[in-house]
């Protein structure tokens, strides 16, 4: 089932290619410009050997090369993504790979970095086990997500009209589930996406040795809001989610505090 399902998410990312590269990349989307990628040079900072997964067409894998990383890959399913980011160049080496069967061998990078890529995948915790390997006992991942509020099912922006005075909030839809869907992005743009409740997420990344460092939480960037004027009220609603981790260079039971107290 799940090799039926990674084929139906590459097949569905595949036809939709050009819609992400010309939408998202390049400076075309204020989220990417003002706030993620900022925040990946600035987290990515001091990294020689970085791999990229779910690269896309190789915006972030350029960065980190921009940003003084020494070696650079990038990986990604869709055959229109990797021919795409290696015909821009910009000094990243590809390999078409999933996430949940990386093709390096254990402990290879000090940064591995994924860019709203987990949100797609249903072998999650393949995914992040797979990240967890080929980290180097003490390398970070840099975890971009759709933050889980805004994603979860019947979320959404609610204008409503029948108080009085009318009032404006955010509806949440059913947080806990979990949730596969094809959602229509933009008129004819079918995109597969998972609804995962945060501690999910967590849990996967403790289980596979992966301690959070740091999340972050950032409000929508300025350029997003004055494109999108009716989210404005919703300025307050978070839509990305960023868990920094670190490779436990011991698998403790009891997490990184009882290795501190043992003074090791």
Request: hydrophobic share 40%; proline share 8%.
């Amino acid at each position: 089932m799940r090799e039926d399902g990674l084929d139906q998410q590459v097949d569905l990312w595949e036809s939709h290619a050009t819609w992400w590269q010309e939408g998202f990349t390049e400076g075309a989307d204020a989220e990417y410009t003002e706030q993620i990628l900022p925040l990946a040079a600035a987290h990515l900072a001091g990294c020689d050997e970085v791999l990229d997964v779910g690269t896309g067409e190789g915006q972030v894998a350029r960065l980190a090369v921009a940003g003084g990383a020494a070696r650079v890959v990038g990986v990604d399913p869709t055959p229109a993504q990797v021919a795409e980011a290696a015909r821009r160049g910009g000094g990243p080496s590809y390999a078409r790979a999933a996430a949940a069967a990386l093709p390096f061998d254990g402990g290879r990078f000090d940064a591995v970095v994924a860019c709203l890529v987990f949100e797609h995948i249903e072998a999650v915790d393949e995914a992040i086990a797979e990240v967890a390997r080929v980290l180097r006992p003490g390398g970070r991942f840099l975890f971009f997500l759709n933050h889980p509020l805004l994603q979860t099912p019947g979320s959404g922006w609610i204008d409503d009209q029948v108080l009085d005075p009318p009032e404006q909030y955010w509806r949440i839809g059913p947080y806990l589930t979990e949730d596969h869907t094809i959602e229509e992005v933009e008129k004819d743009v079918f995109i597969p996406f998972i609804h995962r409740p945060l501690s999910r997420y967590v849990n996967a990344l403790l289980d596979a040795g992966l301690c959070l460092t740091r999340m972050e939480e950032p409000a929508p960037p300025p350029g997003f809001l004055a494109r999108a004027a009716e989210y404005a009220e919703a300025a307050t609603i978070p839509r990305l989610l960023l868990l920094c981790c670190e490779k436990r260079s011991e698998r403790d039971p009891r997490g990184p505090a009882a290795t501190e107290e043992r003074g090791t």
